[in-house]
């Protein structure tokens, strides 16, 4: 049932995909609204639970596919070269939107400061996906799409280690865990670099060539083969991934380009099907079991955590208002805070399906209003567009008083 409700809501989502790209209807709305209808405990179609093991998979490949292609679009030496603004975010950008999510989820949700922590460790996160249409338009400004590219694909990791120990905290306790922390997050960059580094050598060698037909496939094999072993050895997955597509895009060129197309149509059908299996944990009732004081919540943690933590972070960066208000607003929360959300569920601890149930309506607003805007935000940066639009009203009102 849930393969045939996916290629139904997959078809009709490449039925309407030609308006949605260039209006503020969203093939995730589509796929996100699908879920909920025809989830458990909405009209029972789809037989999902939190603790399916379907959910928490998928939710781990759309994260990793999504990663692993944005890594991709992005070389070292541009890395390296354009470090400062995505430096601010990530160095000051998420501890303050932490921190100003957390103080939202104790005073105004009532959690207690371990349970808030928590909840603000998992929200901080940013997910490129339902902000496409700004990150892959070309008339956006390329230093914008790359902040956003890089904090987007660098802070689902860097977030994990908080999530691990306040969850601990939140459990009660005493072993944090750190040294294991250091270790998965370590082992995820070294499998990230090394095996995709390894393969594109091989490939160089006089002994092996990949046909014209199967050079897309030598993307999909080396991120295949690094989700397995990090998967093997527990290493963090998602820096696995995003290293992974940074050293494919720097010493695999030829490799690149092979894959760049398929690859984006494999982590859109992940991320879909994603959205769907997530969705389908929602219900009227789930969103009815949320006290206004959580409402509150989600909104503050979309319309202030965010814009606030950046505002601060990039004072005097040089960015224009446009471009700071883009990258202010556009923080949506996607697949990593969902994956988070379920450590806490399948945790057992005293506050999880409070947290859960804040987390799920955060991501759910989130998705509605980030992939709703996306469109109307990156028009805002075409400036023959806008030009174009206000050359033709001046012209027809000038006309229309002459007569």
């Known amino acids: 049932m849930l393969l045939l409700t996916f290629a139904v809501v997959l078809l009709l989502a490449v039925l309407v995909s030609a308006l949605a790209k260039r209006t503020i209807l969203s093939t995730a709305v589509l796929f996100l609204a699908a879920g909920i209808v025809l989830g458990a405990e909405s009209t029972g ?71 808030s922590l928590l909840i603000g460790a998992i929200l901080a996160p940013t997910d490129p996906v339902f902000a496409a249409a700004l990150v892959g338009n070309e008339k956006v400004p390329a230093r914008l799409r790359h902040l956003l590219n890089v904090e987007s694909g660098v802070n689902d990791g860097l977030a994990l280690p908080f999530v691990i120990v306040f969850l601990a905290v939140a ?97 859109e059908l992940l991320k879909l099907a994603a959205l769907l299996v997530f969705g389908a944990l929602i219900s009227p009732q789930f969103l009815a079991d949320i006290p206004w004081q959580g409402w509150v919540f989600a909104i503050l943690a979309i319309f202030v955590a965010r814009p606030v933590a950046l505002w601060l972070s990039f004072l005097r960066s040089g960015l224009d208002l446009r471009e700071q208000a883009a990258a202010m607003w556009f923080g949506p929360k996607g697949f990593a805070s969902v994956v988070y959300g379920l450590l806490v569920l399948e945790s057992g601890i005293a506050g999880a399906d409070t947290v859960f149930h804040l987390v799920a309506l955060t991501i759910v607003l989130s998705i509605v209003l980030h992939s709703s805007t996306d469109v109307v935000v990156a028009r805002g940066f075409d400036d023959e567009a806008e030009t174009s639009a206000w050359h033709g009203v001046l012209r027809r009102t000038l006309r229309h008083a002459r007569r």
């Open 171 to 267: 459990a009660g306790s005493h072993d944090l865990h750190l040294g294991e922390l250091a270790v998965e997050v370590s082992t995820g960059l070294a499998i990230g670099v090394l095996i995709p580094v390894v393969a594109i050598l091989l490939e160089r060698t006089r002994f092996f060539s990949a046909s014209t037909a199967y050079e897309p496939l030598n993307g999909f094999a080396i991120g295949l083969l690094v989700l397995a072993v990090a998967e093997a050895t527990h290493a963090n997955l998602f820096l696995a991934a995003f290293a992974a597509g940074i050293t494919v895009a720097t010493f695999g060129p030829r490799q690149r380009a092979a894959f760049e197309h398929f690859g984006e149509n494999i982590a």
């Open 45 to 115: 179609v789809l037989d999902v639970h939190p603790d399916s093991p379907i959910v928490g998979t998928l939710a781990e490949l759309a994260l990793f596919a999504v990663l692993f292609t944005d890594g991709m679009r992005v070389g070292w030496a541009d890395l390296r070269s354009a470090w400062r603004l995505p430096g601010r975010a990530l160095g000051w950008g998420l501890p303050l939107t932490l921190a100003v999510t957390a103080v939202a989820a104790h005073f105004v949700a009532g959690l207690g400061w371990a349970e």
